[in-house]
Structure formats: C-alpha cells, structure tokens
C-alpha cells in the first residue's frame, strides 16, 4: 500500500520537506528577502563565493541547493568531515571539463532552472571549517580563477576557521536561528503536503502544542521536523490499520520525542526568561552557587550557551561596570570561548565567568549614567557641537571659525580647561553617585 510504503520511508521528514525555492523558504528574511542583497545577486546572476554562518538547521544546505537552481548551476556537495583534496581534485576536473558525473533526475532535467551540462559549477563544502588549512590553500587558486563558485557552510565563526585569503575571496552571509512562528509554520506545511509531508494522515495536534514543539527544537527546523515525524511514528508503529482512525500528538509525547523534559523552553517561553532572570539576580545579589545552580538548569535544559554568554556580557557593565572592570574581560572571553568550542566544552568557561561577577564588587553607575545622558540625548539633539570642537576639513569651514580656539591636550604640560558639553548642558555629572 502507498500508505505503507510512505510511512516506511528511510528519507527523514525534514529531508522530504526541504524548501525548493525562495517562495517555499521560511526565514533569513534580512539576507534573502525581496530586495535584500543576497537575494538580488542570486537575481542579476553576479553571484560570487559565499560562506554562510549560523547554527544548525537554520536553511544553510537549502539555501545553497535553492542559489544553484535560481542560476542554472551544477551543484556538487562535498561534507568537510568525510570529503579530502581527491574529492575536490575529481569536482575541479569536472568542472575544468563542463561535464557532471552527477546522476541528475527527470524532475531536475524537466525543472525550469536545470539544464543538462551547465559549465558553472556551484562547488558547497558543508562544514567547510572541518577542512584543515592545507585543504583550503588547495581550493583557493580554483576560487580565484572562477572555476569553481565556492558556497560553504559553517556552524563556526569563519574569521577562526577559514584561511584569510578565502575568506577575503568571500562574502559571509550570518544566518540566525529560526523563530518559533517560522518553525511553526514549517510544521504546518509538513502536517498539510500529501506529496512530500503527513498529510495523508488523520493528524491531530494543537497548535499549542505546534509551538512547544517549535520551542523544543531551539530555532533548528531540522529538530522540530524529525521530532514531529518520531512523535508521529511512536503512535502510529507499525500497524497500518490505526491510520484509518485520527491520531492525536499531545505535549507529552513531543517532549519524550525530543527527549527534552526541562521546562527549560516552555510556551510562549515563559520559563526561559524566569530561568535568566533568577541567574541575573543570583549574580547580582553575590551569590556564586545559586548562580551555578541556574546558569546549569539553563544549559543542562537545552538553552543556547551563546545567549547565556551575552548575558553574562551585559552584566559585567551593567551591574558590575567601573567596579571592577576586570569583569567584562572575563564575561567577552567566556563568549569567545562559546563561540570556538561550543557545548559541552564551554560550561567551565561559562561558569568562570558566573562565579566571577557573582563575586565582584557590585555598582550600576555606568548604567545610569548612560540612561542620564540618553534622555538628554533624546531631548536636545536640536543642539549644535561647540564651534571650537567641530573639524575643519576645508578652509571655508577654518574661515568661519569651525575649530577656533581648541587646545590640543597634548600640547600642554597641565590639563586644560575647556568645555565640551553645549553651552545648554554645561556641569553635566552623569556619574555623580545620587
């Protein structure tokens, strides 16, 4: 039955359902949108080498399987963790020769973008920061010449793990986690489509319970698509017979899909941010073990280290600041650190940093002072710079007195006195302690 053989099918949901083309594409709306940059490349056909930065699941691989077809680009994949220099040597050969070994199908001969024996040649490395450095020197020459346009994905800061002549030969394209209105969406698609998705099936499933799902997965479509699909398979097993009746996914069995019971990213998040927050005011009240307590609740449930990491950031100035500015030091390498090894590695360091500011002495004169001098800001920008203060680049400026009577610090063996505030906010003292 075609039931049957649809619901046996090895090819993951998330595979099955991957978007085509732009109008199918969820997400990414500041890079590929209508009218933004990457998307009118793609559209003039002046595409040159591109690296694409961002987390798991976010549309990485779609995307550069959507460029190939939009310019009418053979597309050879290559894994930075299976793929060496004989694997590129026989694509750069390939493509040197206008010629695809590729197995090329009847949908993709008979698709409006796909014509047989293309010359251009769309070259996409995924984890292209898994090749060393002598495998990328080895691709480089081929980038430069045009024979290949290079596409790699990374889940890695590019600047760490790719050589600088590559990376100047690119354009990195940062691609950020989904929403969970842009998984939901997604999900939605995969329950509707007869072809591709579920929808053959009497599914049924709140929506509620869509957007847990969709927070589970932590802005990785792939998650929340292959969490659905074992959701669904747990119920259905292997009796074709049930799906005759309706069958009805509930909070509980997507959780155990997922395999996540922390109420770490709950409904409409609610949970999350009570979790940063009592983290936050742990730090803030100097107390180093209530805030490993919740700064492990909130990795150990799933949270992204990265978010944590810039919390922690803020906090350094914004709780601790002139007090000990030691504190954001600690705070920016511990972000660093997430950034090059990622979880679990990063926990110590994240932890290092908790434990530091916990302990610091305490003081939030940077941040008043900058909400004092914001609300003038806001209140006063009709106000002009100080004649004395402003540059003069031509000499009509120097003529009318732009930068007359400024004294250059340096020059002087004492400090001078002068004034650089409007004559209007003059004996402004936004870090006097009140």
Known sequence: ????????????????????????????????????????????????????????????????????????????????????????????????????????????????FRVPNQTR???????????????????????????????GATTENPSFEIIGALLSRSRVFILKYLTTENIVVLLKRALADKERGLGNYKIEIENETLEILAELAGGDARVALNGLELAFKSKVGKSVKSLKSPIVITNQEIKQALQRTHLVFDKKGEEFYNLISALHKSMRGSDPNASLYWLARMLEGGADPLYVARRILRF????????????????????????????PECTVHLAQAVVYCAKSAKSNLLYKAYQAAAKDARETSQLGVPIHLRNAPA????????????????????????????????????????
């Open 395 to 434: 000499k009509f400026m120097e003529e009318i007195g732009y930068g007359k009577d400024y004294k250059y610090n340096p020059d002087y063996d004492e400090p001078i006195e002068q004034d650089y505030m409007p004559e209007e906010l003059r004996g402004r003292n936004y870090l006097k302690k009140k």
């Open 316 to 343: 350094a100035s914004e709780d601790i600041g002139m007090a000990n500015s030691e504190a954001m030091i600690q705070a920016n390498a511990a972000y660093d650190a997430c950034h090059k090894i990622g979880m």
């Open 121 to 151: 040649t769309i070259l996409f490395i995924d984890e292209i920061h898994r090749w060393n450095k002598a495998q990328q020197d080895a691709l480089l020459p081929y980038v430069e010449q045009g024979i290949v346009t290079l596409i």
């Open 1 to 112: 039955m075609l039931e049957e053989k649809r619901l046996q099918s090895n090819t993951p949901l998330a595979e099955r359902m991957r978007p085509c083309s732009f109008n199918e594409f969820v997400g990414q709306v500041d890079i590929v949108g209508e009218g933004k940059l990457l998307r009118k490349l793609i559209e003039n056909d002046e595409l040159s080498s591109i690296i694409f930065w961002g987390p798991p699941g976010v549309g990485k691989t779609t995307l550069a399987r959507i460029i190939a077809e939009e310019t009418k680009a053979r597309f050879v994949a290559l894994s930075g963790v299976m793929s060496g220099k004989d694997d590129l040597r026989k694509v750069i050969e390939e493509a040197q020769s206008g010629k695809s070994q590729i197995p090329i199908s009847n949908d993709q001969i008979n698709s409006k």
